[in-house]
Each structure stands twice: as structure tokens, then as C-alpha cells.
């Protein structure tokens, strides 16, 4: 134990090392919690910068806008865009990996499909094709129903396809 200390009028315990440990923990936690608060504006935990991502095929035919960083039961969007060249005839047909989409309840998938099949581990949905030279765009809106890390593969049947990795946040 210090000795009492004369400060002006007062006699007072005085232990520097205590307060000089406590001012540089002040100074950590004010630290953390503004890297936190930047974080988080950036999106790291969901809707943000951080958390949004697009992939493409190499050969650009097909690409996914998606949620990177999702919260478990919150509405989560993807937007996957088919160029012109990708698809002939009257209608085209993308798969799902149905492991994803058995971890998550479907909202909805816009435009409408003409029809719905499955093939072993994939959904496949039939879609109209666009008139004259028109990209398609479908959007699935969809929950998860899992926490943590999840993959998932969607391509388009004998066609390009793409792997995504999503992370879910309680």
C-alpha cells in the first residue's frame, strides 16, 4: 500500500502505475470500438460494401450480385444475370445446388418459371427466354436456416456455372 501523498490540501493515496495501466486500457477499448463502428459502416457484419459480392464466369455468360456476409432468417437476394449468348431457343435452364437451398426457405424467384425439375443434387428451373438479343435477370429472394459457412454451386444446364461461398451471422 502507498503512502498518503500531500496534493494541495489533500492527503491522498496516489498509485501512478494503476492509472497509467487504466489510461492505456481506455485507450484499447476506444480503439476497438471505433474499428468496430468502421466495420461495421463498411458492411462487415451484412448490408454493406463488405458484404455484397458479384461473381462472373470467365467467359462473362453468367453472373450472381449476392449477399456475401447474410443474417440467419433475414431476407437475403440474388441477382443472377444471363448474357444473350448464353441461351438458345425459347427457354433456358438454371440449377441451384438443392443443398443450399434445402438450408433456406424460398420467398420468391422472379420472372416466374415456366417449370421446375430436379436432377439428382440440383433444382433446375426453366425460364423464358428474353425476345430478340435481351441478357436475362432473375432474382431469388430467399431466408437461410443455418448459421455459418455455406457453399453453393448454380450454373446453367450444359452451360457456365459458379461456385459462391456465403457466411451467416446470427
Known amino acids: 500500500m502507498n503512502e498518503p501523498q500531500q496534493v494541495g490540501d489533500l492527503e491522498i493515496e496516489h498509485d501512478m502505475q494503476f492509472v497509467q495501466r487504466s489510461w492505456m486500457l481506455q485507450r484499447v477499448g476506444r480503439t476497438l470500438g ?43 437476394r440474388m441477382q443472377i444475370h444471363v448474357a444473350a449468348g448464353a441461351f438458345t431457343g425459347e427457354e433456358f435452364r438454371l440449377w441451384i445446388d438443392r443443398g443450399f437451398i434445402d438450408d433456406a426457405t424460398l420467398r420468391m424467384v422472379s420472372p416466374e418459371p415456366v417449370h421446375m425439375e430436379t436432377s439428382g443434387e440440383r433444382l433446375i428451373y426453366a425460364f423464358r427466354s428474353p425476345e430478340s438479343s435481351e441478357d436475362a435477370r432473375i432474382t431469388i429472394d430467399l431466408e437461410t436456416e443455418k448459421f455459418g459457412r455455406q457453399e453453393m454451386e448454380l450454373g446453367l444446364v450444359d452451360g457456365p456455372q459458379l461456385k459462391l461461398s456465403q457466411f451467416i451471422l446470427p
Open 34 to 76: 471505433v474499428l468496430l463502428i468502421i466495420a461495421a459502416l463498411l458492411g462487415a457484419f451484412g448490408h454493406g460494401w463488405l458484404a455484397s459480392d458479384r461473381a462472373v464466369t470467365s467467359d462473362g455468360k453468367l453472373s450472381v450480385a449476392y449477399e456475401r456476409i447474410a443474417h440467419f432468417q433475414a431476407p437475403c
